[in-house]
């Protein structure tokens, strides 16, 4: 087993990070392979599943639109719904996975930067420099009703060193879904204790919201959301105050 899975990996190339360096995720030498590759082919077999598009219900007002491209390393293993054992906040997370990458909460090392980056369908990583449009990132006023405003848009909020981004993009290093070596560095690499909740939306904020384009009326609602009171302080989900506004 061990013999095919180094077979397997030697003939995809390793994640680039820069030109001629490597993804910081790949850093560092592997631990327990032999783990790792009866951890791989379970999850390989146990990976969660989004419904099937037709088993969803039908919206009343446009056509569902459930497709989610993957496009990294780790959503390709896990999915988007990879959050399953804490059933009150796990739904919160698996959301935020669709415009946030992974590594932002589970990837922490001194000096990170963080910006909207989209891997493009080649597997390059683009980092978006004009984030006015970005998807949710400021509100709007619309026939007297409180909107988020924005494109909507594949990029996701990323974790950068030295302004390259940390993801590893799926395409051309699908090999690395069943090198033990190689995951077992990436699970290496990541935070014992990722963010939580409380980390972005109720401290000091780890990320520059400035800088990725929220305005400061949506910085004032991220970093006191009502759904993460309710969530923290008392166990109930309130409906945000903006829904309601007039």
């Known amino acids: 087993m061990r013999k095919l899975v180094f077979a397997i990996a030697a003939i995809f190339p390793v994640a680039a ?6 993804s910081p995720l790949l850093k560092g030498s592997p631990s327990d392979i032999s783990g790792w590759e ?18 969803y219900p ?6 569902n639109g459930y497709e989610y491209p993957v496009k990294d390393i780790c959503v390709a293993c896990h ?46 990583m683009k980092v978006i420099k004009n984030t006015e449009d970005m998807y949710g990132v400021r ?24 302004g390259k981004p ?11 879904l069943h090198d033990a070596a190689a995951v077992s560095k990436i699970y290496n690499n990541l935070a014992k204790h990722p963010y939580k909740c ?31 009171k309710g969530l923290l302080e008392e166990g109930k989900i309130y409906f945000p105050n903006f829904i309601w506004k007039r």
């Open 58 to 63: 039908q919206p009343f007002h446009a056509p």
């Open 166 to 176: 940390v993801d590893i993009p799926l395409k051309g290093n699908e090999g690395l």
């Open 17 to 22: 990070f820069a030109e001629g360096m490597i």
């Open 79 to 124: 999915s988007y719904a990879a959050h399953t054992k804490d059933e009150t906040f796990a739904p919160f997370y698996n959301a935020h996975s669709t415009f946030m990458s992974c590594t932002v909460c589970h990837y922490k090392e001194a000096g990170l930067t963080y910006a909207w980056v989209e891997i493009t369908k080649d597997g390059k």
């Open 139 to 162: 509100y709007v006023k619309a026939d007297g009703r409180v909107a988020l405003s924005g494109l909507d848009s594949d990029a996701k909020i990323t974790p950068l060193v030295n």
């Open 38 to 55: 009866k951890k791989i082919e379970k999850q390989l077999k146990e990976k969660p599943q989004f419904p099937k598009e037709s088993e």
């Open 198 to 228: 409380a980390d972005c939306h109720r401290g000091k904020n780890p990320l520059n919201l400035v800088g990725l384009g929220f305005s400061q009326e949506r910085i004032n609602e991220i970093e006191n959301n009502e759904i993460v």
